[in-house]
Nanobody
Framework: QVHFVESGGGLVQAGGSLRLSCTCS????????IGWYRQAPGKQREVVAT???????IYRDSVKGRFTISRDNGKNTVYLQMNSLKPEDTAVYYC???????????WGQGTQVTVSS
């Protein structure tokens, strides 16, 4: 089963930026889709962005124009650049093999993102 390690979270003021990293235990070229997900306290985990092996990308409506997902196959790493952060973006962010409709890998520890107003 594929595993991921997330990093890059932190505390930032509203309007600030963070870049999250997700390092995969196997080559990204062998994974069909990788998603960034987030879970806020008391809420269900939701998908934020998905990048497919063919390069196609899908974003959650609330992050369009602010977040950018990308990958570096040579480093087996997927990134999430988050700009113009809002307090409602506060959550633990995870990555995994999957999309909005399915998830196949093991969940990691995630990385905490806290946006202060």
């Amino acid at each position: 089963q594929v595993h991921f390690v997330e990093s890059g979270g932190g505390l930032v003021q509203a309007g600030g930026s963070l870049r999250l990293s997700c390092t995969c235990s196997r080559s990204l070229t062998r994974i069909d889709a990788i998603g960034w997900y987030r879970q806020a306290p008391g809420k269900q985990r939701e998908v934020v962005a998905t990048i497919y092996s063919d390069g196609n990308i899908i974003y959650r409506d609330s992050v369009k124009g602010r977040f950018t997902i990308s990958r570096d196959n040579g480093k087996n790493t997927v990134y999430l650049q988050m700009n113009s952060l809002k307090p409602e973006d506060t959550a633990v962010y995870y990555c995994n093999r999957g999309t909005a409709d399915w998830v196949r890998g093991a969940w990691g520890q995630g990385t905490q993102v806290t946006v202060s107003s």
